[in-house]
């Protein structure tokens, strides 16, 4: 089955634009189907192909790492 940006977008929880972006930029693929330029479409074997590349295996660290604390040296202790 073929979907389109929008169809996309929404199983990613994600904008049109990011889809778009993803396009251009090569990591998803897509088909024009008709004249002119076409309108995009993406099959699914391909959102599954880019989706199996964002995987991401556990490290044992944080996501995001620990920010140190900042002194705030206006403040008397």
Known sequence: MM????????????????????????KLACHRVGCGRGA??????????????????PSGQALMPARSAHRLRHLRQ
């Open 3 to 26: 979907l389109t940006v929008k169809e996309v977008a929404a199983r990613l929880r994600v904008s049109g634009t990011c889809v778009y972006q993803l396009i251009e930029k090569g």
């Open 40 to 57: 995009i479409r993406i099959s699914e074997n391909d959102l599954v192909a880019y989706v199996a590349t964002c995987r991401q295996e």
